[in-house]
């Protein structure tokens, strides 16, 4: 109810920016600017410490200033207009990681984009009015349709257990606190074969959600994907392997500084 509001409101409303307070404007060009600011296809990037079992992480921006603002304000606040800036910077990242996911020179080629969303607690989407990560990877997909690249959003994951706030826990808190608490509903694993597997969030910045995201993947969906299989003349013992991967709009600072040389 709350976004729904704020959209309302928004109509009728003097509009602020979200990242900076200019009036008159929900985003404005210098905010746009940041969020659309970074390489083409994002960094690698990697927290210290990283956890075992974080997927091969790109991100768009570094978290900080107008783009923290922005992604505070959408997520806590249903600045629900933002998605769509959100998607773009986000479907750029998606498709760069999704060319890396499979070994060898063109691996995958014409297979579509799976996007799999991290998902939200219940208790958080009630209480926000919305799910904000899948809201941007359904804005992340449709960017890269029009742009010609196969993309669906494949929301297959959920918590399986109840978890504690993560503000205030360190590292080692929060890979403890998530362990074990995701999980790929029946049938996912069927869903997961149709493509490339990227999973995306917003923000990484201890990687112990995207490490506790790409567990649950695997337990149903391994990384060796059908080669030659099922082909005429094919042999059904080749497999190629598909890296897991994942796409984040934005990334603590220190981990864009440690890999300022990552492609």
């Known amino acids: 109810m709350r976004g729904w509001w704020r959209e309302m409101s928004g109509l009728v409303l003097p509009a602020a920016c ?10 404005c060009a210098r905010c746009a600017g940041a969020l659309a600011g970074g390489a083409a296809g994002g960094v690698r990037v990697r927290p210290v410490p990283e956890p075992p ?10 978290y900080e200033g107008a783009v923290r603002a ?3 304000a959408h997520k806590e606040r249903g600045a629900l ?25 063109g691996a995958g080629a014409g297979r579509p984009l799976l996007l799999v969303p991290v998902p939200s ?13 899948r809201r941007v990877a359904l804005a992340a997909a449709a960017r890269l349709r029009r742009a010609g690249r196969p993309a669906r959003v494949v929301p297959v994951l959920r918590q399986r257990r ?15 606190n998530l362990a074990g608490a995701l999980e790929v509903v029946p049938g996912g694993g069927r869903l997961l074969a149709a493509g490339r597997v990227v999973l995306v969030d917003d923000l990484m910045t201890t990687g112990a959600t995207l490490a506790e995201a790409a567990r649950a993947l695997g337990a149903v969906h391994p990384p060796f994907t059908s080669g030659a299989a099922g082909r005429p003349g094919g042999d059904s013992a080749q497999h190629e392997f598909e890296q897991r991967v994942a796409a984040v709009i934005a990334s603590s600072p220190a981990s864009f500084e440690i890999n300022r040389n990552s492609p």
């Open 18 to 27: 979200e990242g900076c307070g200019e009036p008159r404007t929900g985003l």
């Open 53 to 62: 079992g974080l997927p091969v992480v790109r991100a768009a921006v570094p």
């Open 70 to 72: 922005l992604l505070i």
């Open 81 to 105: 207009g933002l998605a769509g800036a959100f998607g773009g910077a986000l479907a750029g990242v998606v498709e760069a990681a999704g060319a890396g996911a499979g070994a060898g020179a």
């Open 121 to 133: 607690s219940r208790r958080s989407v009630r209480a926000r009015g919305h799910d904000p990560m």
């Open 162 to 176: 109840a978890v504690a706030d993560q503000a205030g826990l360190g590292a080692r808190g929060r890979r403890a």
